[in-house]
């Protein structure tokens, strides 16, 4: 049963959907494009963990940015309100309509339209699926800067809109730093054009960064253009067997310094997390089946000369072995214990799903304070029907807090919210590090904003969405809006 909480309610200025609108968006996409039954409509209305579940009037899958252009200048003309929506990964409910909203798909626009095998640049549209592209890539001997669980469903338009960080941040920076243009089409169907490669481009102020991240509030991505680095040619992973958090820090900084240029990842999992993987998931083995330790590390290594990079890590592992950083290690030995390992840190959220209802908090926290959370929240559901799990990028100063629970339940809420937020801002923390705001933390931006910078926020959103009709309810506080309603 979807969450209970984060009603709001229904915006009266936005028009209900009429025969007329449907008409001209046949008229524009055609008739398969536009979808209206209700067993097809509930896919788009409701979010991958049942969470966050709404009730769209239709589904549109426009082909082109010219489509998608003449639907948004309609819906604006109308004041229909509008979701965007990539491949609904999404996990802060921002990808499905609060109400009654219009989805805009973005899984018709799934063409690679260019790719340069001599600077790496790729250019596709928006609603093309990230794994699918990797292989793309991978055919030039390049790789796509980001990797999450979700590759397998997530658009690179939705990874954009909401900065995906993922499993690979830590080598290859934030999508900020990856995109080298974008399209995009403003609520009243003006096309933003900017779709170069340039590697250096300082003219004016860089209209593309305002899009990622922004989680489709002000304006659709219908392409983009990607930086992609060579794929390494030799990956080694440890998956190392840890006896406390501040051990973990201490291998993280060894890491560091030994490992240097080719470290690629470093991932972290408490032993309830691994448990409840290897419980969950058929297929997942334990790598360290003899192991009992409170923290397991996943490290990663990518680079140029396989023989070399192993014998560094071989190196790694033992110093820190033979210290008793690490009370138990291996590496893996072949591609298929390489996704093994991987298979079992990106299963933990599909495992976290099948095990029911979960309140998910992706925090920025310093690395230090990172599992004093988590513990403390424990601390905190005492005597509620809650298991707390700890995981996450810690190469990036990155918890994934997770409470699982029987059921959506606003008491176990209320024990964690507003406390988790208020704890992460007294360490100057973001209460969004990865994941967006969306529907579950739009009232929240205050834990890591100031005011001043909100309300520049709010302009912005108004200067591209006069009419406030793309993503409502979702990102920033209603009260910071009220003053641009118009
Ligand atoms: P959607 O879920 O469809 O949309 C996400 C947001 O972007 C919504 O607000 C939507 O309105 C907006 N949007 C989508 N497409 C567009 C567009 N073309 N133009 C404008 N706005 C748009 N995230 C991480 O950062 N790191 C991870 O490691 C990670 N791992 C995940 C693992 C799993 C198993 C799952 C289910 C999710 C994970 N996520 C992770 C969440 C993550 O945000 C996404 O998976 C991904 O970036 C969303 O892409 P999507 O295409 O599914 O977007
Ligand atoms: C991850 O790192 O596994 C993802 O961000 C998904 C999650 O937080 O569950
Ligand atoms: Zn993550």
Known sequence: RAASSY??????????????????FRSVIGDTGVLTD??????????WMGKYEGKCSVALR?????????????????????????????????????????????????RVLSFDAVSGALVCEAGCVLEQLDAHVGGHGFTMPLDLGAKGSCHIGGNLATNAGGLRLLRYGSLHGSVLGLEAVLANGTVLDLLTTLRKDNTGYDLKQL???????????????????????????????????????????????RLGEILSAFEFLDRGSLE????????????????????YLVVETSGSNAEHDYAKLEAFLEEVMEEGLV?????????????????????????????????KYDLSLPVGKMYELVEETRARVAGLPCRVFGYGHLGDGNLHLNVSTPRYDDAVQARLEPWIYEWTAAQRGSVSAEHG???????????????????VMAQIKALLDPNLILNPYKVLPRAALAGNVP
């Open 7 to 24: 009603t709001v309610p229904r915006d009266p200025r936005f028009a209900q959907l009429e025969q007329q609108d449907l008409d001209y």
């Open 38 to 47: 209700p067993d097809a409509l509930q896919t788009y209305s409701i979010d």
């Open 62 to 110: 426009p082909k082109s940015t010219e489509q998608v252009s003449k639907i948004l200048a309609h819906c604006n003309k109308r004041l229909l309100a509008v979701v965007p929506q990539g491949g609904n990964t999404g996990l802060v409910g921002g990808s499905t309509p609060v109400h009654d909203e219009v989805v805009l798909s973005t899984a018709g626009l799934n």
């Open 211 to 257: 899009l990622v991240g922004s989680e489709g509030t002000l304006g659709v991505i219908t392409a983009a253009a990607i930086q992609c680095p060579p794929r390494p040619a030799a990956v080694h992973v440890a998956y190392l067997a840890v006896p406390s958090f501040a051990t973990v820090q201490q291998v993280f900084v060894r890491a560091r310094r």
């Open 276 to 295: 409840l993987t290897l419980a969950e998931l058929d297929g997942v083995r334990d790598p360290l089946p003899s192991s009992a330790e409170p923290f």
């Open 327 to 359: 009370a138990d290690g291996t590496l893996a030995q072949d591609s298929t214990q390489v996704a093994g390992i991987w298979g079992l840190r990106e299963g933990i959220s599909v495992a976290l799903r099948h095990a029911g209802p979960v309140y």
């Open 437 to 455: 705001m969306g529907r579950m933390k739009a009232e929240c931006i205050g834990y890591s904003k100031p005011a001043a910078a909100v309300d």
